[in-house]
Every structure is written in C-alpha cells, then in structure tokens.
C-alpha cells in the first residue's frame, strides 16, 4: 500500500503506480543484448568513459572511476528483466518512459544490540551511497539501453529526448507511510526514493559502445 500510493516526486510530480493503467505499463521486461559482436571486447575503461558524458547528471565522473575497478571485458550477450517499465501518459504519443527497480538493501543501525531500520535511514546520502557500492547506476544506465531499443523499435517517431524518461529506484525498506509522509513532504526528499532523468548522451554512448565494441 506504501509502494502505490506514495508519490514519486522529482520529474513524475505527485505521480504514483496506483494511478499508472495496465496500458502504460510492462511488468518484468526481459531483454537479450548481443555485445560487440563486430568488434573487440568490451572494457571498463570503455563504460568508464561512457560516464563521463553528461556531467551535470547524477553519477557521473566520480563514479566513472568506481567502474574502473570492475576489471570489464566482456563479449557475448548481456541478458536482464527490469522490474517495471511504465509511461508516465496514457497517450502514448506524449508519454515518457520510465524503468523502475525495486530494492530491499537494509540500511539502519544497530543500538545495544537492538536493529533499527526505517525510512529516516534512507536519506538522499544513504540511498546514494548503496547506490555506488553495489554499482546500481550501471545497472540503471543498461536498463536504460534496452529501453531505448525497444522504443526505437516500437515508439512512433521516437525521439530520445522526448520519449525516453529514466529511472526509479524505489528502496522497499525506506518508504514512509501516509503520516510521516504529510510531515515530511515540503521539508525534505522523499525517504527510499531515488529518481534521476535520463543521461541521454551517456545512453546513446553506451548504446553505440554495446553495437561496436571497444574501439
């Protein structure tokens, strides 16, 4: 009840799943990438770089160099199914499309051996650091790509910049309840949610990087 009702804030507004209808929305997409399959591998340094692009956007450049660390070099397919993937307009035409994933990282702490764990832990720096610890935002930029495929398949006249939304990382542990909710809403971000707009150069660079390979 806290997941569908509580609103997403940031670019969706007071928009929540509750009021997304079964034609906006796809449930547990699955998607096959085949990776450079007419070039050389794929490297760290190479989805490193691909970061770098957009620098005003959310992970960018300082996490770039986290993904050095990954030791990529990768041919072959890259195989997923994203939680959600839904529009954020019944007409399609005008709609943004988002990809949503659900989290269920414990993040609280421990008083004389008692756990505490609620929505006041899941702060803006506290869901952004499990983001870069479990590399999240990769994961969030390749859903992304697929996204992007499919609705240039698929979307009319699609274009990436009007077409394609983001992403939506919903921490299950975090979200607050309708009271806490009403006292916190006007004075800080909304606890266990994370939404940032679509990078699109990093998207179309990671995209292209997908298709060629490592130059």
């Keep these: 009840k806290r997941l569908l009702n509580i609103p997403m804030s940031g670019s969706l507004k007071n928009q929540s799943l509750n009021q997304i209808k079964k034609e906006q929305r796809i449930h547990e997409l699955q998607f096959d990438i085949p990776l450079s399959h007419s070039g050389n591998p794929i490297s760290s340094k190479d989805i490193a770089n691909a970061f770098t692009k957009n620098p005003c956007s959310r992970f960018g450049e300082d ?3 986290q ?9 072959g397919f890259l195989t997923g199914s994203i939680d959600l993937v839904f529009a954020d307009n019944e007409d399609h035409s005008k709609a943004r499309w988002w990809v949503v994933d659900w989290k269920s990282n414990w993040i ?8 505490s764990c609620g929505p006041h832990h899941y702060h803006d720096q506290s869901m952004h650091e499990q983001m870069v610890l479990h ?3 990769l ?3 390749l859903y992304l790509v697929a996204l992007h495929r499919l609705l240039s398949w698929r979307q ?12 939506v990382y919903m921490f299950l542990r975090g979200i607050p309840g309708e009271d806490l909710l009403k006292k916190n809403l006007n ?27 490592s130059l």
């Design 156 to 167: 009319q006249n699609y274009s990436i910049h009007r077409h394609l939304g983001g992403y």
């Design 67 to 75: 993904i050095l660390d990954l030791n990529i070099n990768s041919k």
């Design 135 to 137: 590399h999240y935002p």
């Design 139 to 141: 994961q969030a930029h």
């Design 63 to 65: 996490y770039s160099k």
């Design 108 to 115: 609280g702490e421990e008083i004389e051996q008692i756990s």
């Design 187 to 213: 004075k800080n971000p909304i606890p266990g949610i994370i939404i940032e707009e679509a990078p699109t150069e990093r998207i179309l660079e990671i995209n292209d990087l997908l298709e060629k390979g």
